[in-house]
């Protein structure tokens, strides 16, 4: 499974950006896909995920603001982001597990064994 993080980009405090992670080489019926970030000198942390089923986990940061979805069409899985803040600056970066595991451990890193390079969020005025 090769997966492709793209949508990233410069936005002001209150914007909004929609993350695309792209899924080749397997599909999303048959894997859980996870949203994580990784800000400088910090350690990589949860976003949001969803389950093979469509469960969905957001980390307490972004509830209310943040929006995962998926489009099995287009294997393509989204992030939509909305109230950005400065804290929310970090490479976005999206995991995929095969499994049909659909419980909160799907917002562990090392749930994932397959990772995509990440795209630069930044939250600046």
């Known amino acids: 499974v090769q997966l492709q993080a793209c949508g990233g980009g410069l936005v002001q405090p209150g914007g909004a950006l929609r993350l695309s992670c792209v899924v080749s080489?397997?599909?999303?019926?048959?894997?859980?896909i996870g949203w994580f970030r990784q800000a400088p000198g910090k350690e990589r942390e949860a976003v949001s995920s969803?389950?093979?089923?469509?469960?969905?986990y957001y980390a307490d940061s972004v509830k209310g603001r943040f929006s995962i979805s998926r489009d099995g069409a287009k294997s393509t899985v989204y992030l939509q982001m909305n109230g950005l803040k400065h804290e929310d600056t970090a490479v976005y970066s999206c995991?995929?597990?095969?499994?049909?595991?659909?419980?909160?451990?799907?917002?562990?890193?090392?749930?994932?064994?397959?990772w995509g390079q990440g795209t630069q969020v930044t939250v600046s005025s």
């Open positions: 969803i389950s093979r089923h469509g469960v969905t």
């Open positions: 995991a995929a597990r095969r499994t049909r595991y659909s419980g909160s451990d799907l917002l562990l890193p090392r749930t994932y064994d397959h």
């Open positions: 080489g397997g599909t999303l019926e048959d894997h859980a």
